[in-house]
């Protein structure tokens, strides 16, 4: 084995083509981010922003959405490092609708992307997350608990309860095992997925709603996050 593959922190982080603040932050501390994303074109882009820091990008092109995306994640993560010392868990998917008219599809795409794959790519990963006495974090969302008056979203808040409830059983199970596991609930942030759905298609009642959503932010926080 390399110098490289012992020496090294390796950060996996899904959803990693977009909103680059959380590889930018684990670049910053020391980490060789590993960016999970469908789009090869944008992860390309990412890895660039990100390697002006002087730090080794990955990139792994993977759909998530597919039934065997986490085991390919892992195996491509295999051939790089034993070790994983983070694990961010940032892919998710919203659909808000009343309940008359959520589909079916919906709540199977998003009970996927926002509970079974951060489980799945948890266990996938697991053996170099206790290799490395590593960390997961699971990113949530503060409707897994606070509501908007207007805003229908028992689907999706069922996937982020979910999250939150899984983060503290896996908690209370990897501990022991020298893994750390936590969840963090932000507000919506401005993302470039952020911008194409809302703010470029923005209203009078999506200002409305935006106004809810930040009413109910922690004070001294900004940005948007879906």
């Keep these: 084995m390399s110098e490289h593959r012992t020496t090294s922190r390796f950060a996996v982080v899904t959803g990693g083509s977009e909103g680059l603040a959380i ?43 597919a039934p065997d995306a986490p085991a390919l994640i892992a195996r491509h993560v295999g051939n790089l490092t034993t070790r994983v010392d983070t694990l961010v868990n940032n892919v998710d998917t919203a659909h808000f609708a009343s309940l008359a008219d959520t589909t079916v599809e919906e709540m199977n795409t998003m009970w996927h992307l926002n509970a079974q794959v951060p489980l799945l790519l948890s266990q996938q990963l697991l053996p170099a997350l206790v290799n490395a006495r590593g960390s997961i974090i699971n990113i949530s969302s503060y409707w897994a608990r606070k509501m908007v008056a207007g805003r229908h979203s028992a689907a999706y808040s069922a996937t982020r309860g ?65």
């Design 23 to 65: 590889a930018d932050a684990l670049a910053r501390d020391g980490a060789n981010p590993i960016l999970v994303a469908r789009n090869r074109g944008k992860l390309e882009t990412a890895a660039k922003e990100l390697g002006r820091l002087g730090t080794v990008v990955h990139t792994v092109p993977a759909d998530l959405s």
């Design 162 to 226: 979910a999250l939150n409830s899984m983060t503290r059983a896996l908690a209370s199970e990897l501990g022991p095992q020298g893994v750390r596991v936590n969840a963090i609930a932000p507000g919506a942030v401005r993302t470039p997925r952020y911008e194409r759905s809302y703010i470029a298609h923005d209203r009078g009642g999506t200002r409305r709603t935006r106004r809810a959503d930040r009413a109910l932010l922690p004070p001294g926080t900004s940005g948007h996050r879906q």
